[in-house]
């Protein structure tokens, strides 16, 4: 499922990249590794929220979702609470923004024991701060039954950057180039340091990865890439949520 949002309610300002950053995973996602793509523009609070629902209801475990996000992303001074911003969002309430916990809760929701969060926004570094990755860990031979819910930011605990490389965030750029090379089963871990390298190379600003443990994440589970499946046709579901 591949979020985009742009189009703001002002004063907020519209971002430059969203539309384009998923429409091109959408492309990799489904041709190079066989997943059937979901895209959602310009999403409500209420369309998110139905969206994860669905996905909720039916994702089986044997299935591997991956949630891309692209908009903007605040915390708060007072209590660090992070929060996406749905394009119905206003800068007078956060009523109709979504915080962290309430995405670690449409997460746990989801049955499927492979989960990947990739958020390209302001402040998504929070989401991955429960249980901070570093190193790779060794491959569990039991891996695939251990259930999985990780998170891939943009960047640390601060603003990122919305300008990048041809029409893409940096980010976004950094990941659909890793993505696009992967020949191989490989876990979520490699893709992640791969990016990073590179997003820091281009600009100042860091990508996270971590674990959900909130949502379910057991401990040695990863999330893994296999180009096998890309050769399969897909149906594609694409959806602008108002």
């Not at 800068?91 to 929701?109: F, H």
């Not at 990508?207 to 443990?213: D, E, F, I, K, S």
Request: contains cysteine.
């Amino acid at each position: 499922m591949l979020i985009g949002n742009l189009n703001y309610q002002y004063p907020i300002p519209s971002l430059l990249t969203p539309a384009r950053d998923v429409d091109q995973m959408a492309l990799v996602l489904r041709n190079h590794f066989g997943f059937d793509v979901r895209v959602l523009k310009d999403a409500s609070k209420s369309a998110l929220v139905r969206a994860f629902a669905k996905l909720a209801r039916e994702a089986t475990t044997e299935d591997s979702v991956l949630v891309y996000y692209a908009g903007h992303g605040y915390v708060m001074d007072d209590t660090g609470i992070g929060y996406w911003i749905p394009v119905d969002g206003s800068v007078k309430s956060a009523a109709q923004w979504i915080s962290n916990s309430t995405i670690t809760k449409l997460l746990g929701a989801i049955a499927a024991r492979q989960q990947l969060l990739v958020s390209d926004s302001c402040f998504s570094g929070l989401l991955a701060r429960e249980e901070s990755l570093t190193e790779r860990h060794r491959a569990d031979p039991d891996l695939l039954r251990k259930r999985s819910v990780l998170v891939m930011s943009s960047g640390g605990e601060e603003p990122v950057s919305d300008e990048g490389k041809d029409g893409h965030s940096i980010f976004a750029w950094h990941l659909l180039r890793v993505l696009g090379h992967v020949d191989a089963v490989t876990v979520g871990f490699d893709i992640y340091s791969a990016v990073r390298a590179g997003v820091s190379s281009d600009y100042p600003q860091a990508p996270q990865y971590g674990a959900v443990l909130s949502a379910g994440h057991e401990m040695g589970g990863e999330y893994l890439f296999d180009v096998s499946a890309g050769s399969v046709t897909q149906r594609t579901d694409s959806t602008v949520a108002q």
